[in-house]
């Protein structure tokens, strides 16, 4: 079952929520069976200035297999109904030009995590979670948001730092399934309640 957090519900704006979606073990689930697989290979250019992101040399590229559980696509367009989804992961823009197109989805907002330092301690146990959640609060300010992160279960005293804005910490076991968009859904028709 996956692990959820969810802060006061009070004061919401008229203007959707925000979910922010990680990648890596939430779309790109690394060991779904009944996946699609996609080679990519990710030019270096594209490649964030990410601690968390394995280096890449000069001229190289990141050969990675993106696996997609084909229900994925049609989970995103019934999430989009209900929230203005944002990629928080360390894929940055590249998920635009890369993941997007698989998911035949358009181009969303991205957090830069990589304009926030990470701190010594973080990279050392590779807690990329708390360096991505001090720039999500950052871009969301006081709005509605969910996040959504396979390794996001830290999270759970850190959504105090959002002073009882709506907030929703969503950790999937195997990636994205239906229960965690029946989840985000719920959480979204909460806010207007």
């Given at each position: 079952?996956p ?43 594209d ?52 993941l ?21 301690g ?41 002073g ?30």
């Amino acid at each position: 079952m996956p692990s959820a957090v969810v802060t006061s519900t009070s004061t919401v704006a008229s203007m959707k929520p925000l979910l922010f979606l990680d990648i890596d073990g939430v779309l790109n689930g690394h060991t779904r069976r009944f996946a699609e697989q996609y080679p990519v290979a990710i030019e270096r250019s594209d490649i964030p200035a990410s601690p968390f992101v394995r280096q890449v040399k000069e001229g190289q590229t990141l050969n990675i297999v993106v696996r997609l559980d084909p229900r994925v696509r049609d989970w995103l367009a019934e999430l989009s109904e209900h929230f203005e989804i944002v990629w928080a992961s360390t894929w940055e823009g590249a998920a635009n030009d890369y993941l997007a197109p698989l998911l035949g989805i358009a181009p969303l907002d991205v957090v830069n995590h990589s304009r926030e330092q990470a701190h010594f301690g973080e990279i050392k146990n590779g807690a990329s979670t708390m360096w991505k959640w001090r720039t999500i609060v950052k871009f969301a300010r006081n709005r509605p948001l969910a996040f959504v992160d396979d390794k996001a279960w830290g999270l759970q005293r850190a959504t105090d730092l959002r002073g009882g804005a709506p907030t929703l910490v969503l950790v999937p076991r195997y990636g994205l399934s239906r229960r965690d968009v029946t989840t985000l859904v719920s959480f979204a028709k909460s806010l207007k309640a």
